[in-house]
């Protein structure tokens, strides 16, 4: 079945306050849609850290956000109509992200009520919960056989994404033999049920955090 996978980079970790510097499409045949943008504010400097992207490079070489954010709203709603599923690895962060960006530019809402997402980060947590390992996308790659190309580039995570969850799916029958409707709908029950058992850990730590239990698409900030 062919999959697309769905990756942007940031740069804030809260999602609803995020401003979305790259992002990345790779479809089923090996084509790559691939967005920089300038976002209109500083980068921060921890932000850069993590995916290399500089205020030099977007100022050079960045769209305005408003054009790029709408291609991209637009290429996500034609992959979502055409009903094939996208693969994100912590889906909720790039969906969130993108939502609120869309809104922000006063541009037309994907409609996520109809889209179909596969989150390798959902499924791993499903199928090895006595894991104790690193859980980031590289650290998971090297468990599951897949080439995470250069980290924190939006066409290498996605694409990692994808390999990620074929592996997944390789490894576990009960994966593969689910619709991608039906894993969609299962996604949605397990990551409330990691979010409740992550919130004990943290209330039993005395940790003042508050675990978001939805998903992919977050209505509220988490901090």
């Known amino acids: 079945m062919p999959v697309v996978g769905f990756d942007i980079e940031g740069t804030e970790d809260e999602p609803t306050e995020t401003r979305i510097l790259s992002a990345a499409l790779v479809y089923a045949d090996g084509t790559t849609a691939n967005w920089l943008i300038n976002p209109g504010v500083p980068i921060p400097p921890r932000a850069t850290e993590i995916h290399r992207i500089t205020n030099e490079m977007v100022r050079s070489a960045g769209r305005p956000p408003r ?44 409609d996520w009520d109809r889209a179909v997402i596969i989150d390798p980060s959902i499924l791993h947590k499903q199928v090895e919960p006595r894991w104790y390992g690193g859980r980031q996308l590289g650290n998971l790659c090297t468990y599951y ?21 074929v592996s997944i799916a390789a490894r576990h029958e009960r994966i593969a033999r689910m619709r991608p409707d039906a894993l969609h709908r299962a996604q949605v029950t397990w990551y409330a049920e990691q979010g409740r058992e992550l919130q004990a850990y943290f209330d039993r730590q005395g940790r003042d955090e508050t675990v978001s239990l939805e998903w992919p698409l977050e209505t509220r900030r988490r901090r």
């Open 67 to 110: 054009e790029a954010l709408a291609e991209l709203g637009t290429a996500i709603a034609k992959v979502i109509a055409d009903d094939t599923p996208l693969v994100a690895f912590c889906a909720h962060y790039d969906v969130t992200a993108l939502h609120t960006e869309l809104a922000r530019h006063g541009l037309p809402p994907v």
């Open 145 to 165: 056989d897949v080439d995470p190309g250069t980290v924190h580039d939006a066409a290498s995570d996605a694409r990692a994404a994808v390999g990620m969850a």
